[in-house]
């Protein structure tokens, strides 16, 4: 019998690259190098939470998202998920570990508190 992995989601990681870029008034946005796009993926939630904050309310949840294994990523790496049920989420990776093969790698992830439009051209 042959096992089928069914693939959920579609994201692409992005590294942190230099010290950033230097605004206007002195203040620094991050650069972001593209280290991957398209990578199939599966993400599971694990927990979350609504915090309160000066802005408004603050969702904080946590995923865990299993890949092949010889997929170039990293702590700190940002992912954006592309298709699938977290479409449009933007995920920061905290620990990478491994999984039973072929899936080995999995990355324990917070949500991001990036703003996407520093990452997406």
């Known amino acids: 019998m042959t096992r089928t992995l069914v693939r959920t989601h ?8 230099g010290a950033g870029t230097l605004q206007r008034g002195g203040g620094r946005v991050a650069d972001y190098s593209v280290v991957a796009t398209d990578v199939d993926c599966n993400i599971q939630p694990r927990s979350g939470d609504i915090r309160e904050t000066a802005f408004g ?8 998202i299993f890949m092949p294994h010889d997929q170039d990523i990293e702590s700190d790496d940002e992912i954006e998920v592309t ?7 933007f995920l920061r990776a905290v620990f990478i570990g491994t999984q039973g093969d072929p899936w080995d790698t999995q990355i324990d992830c ?6 996407a439009k520093a990452l997406v051209p």
């Open 10 to 17: 579609k994201v692409t990681i992005r590294r942190l690259s």
């Open 57 to 64: 309310k603050q969702p904080q949840s946590m995923h865990r």
């Open 83 to 89: 298709s699938g049920a977290y479409a449009e989420t």
């Open 110 to 115: 917070a949500r991001s508190d990036t703003d």
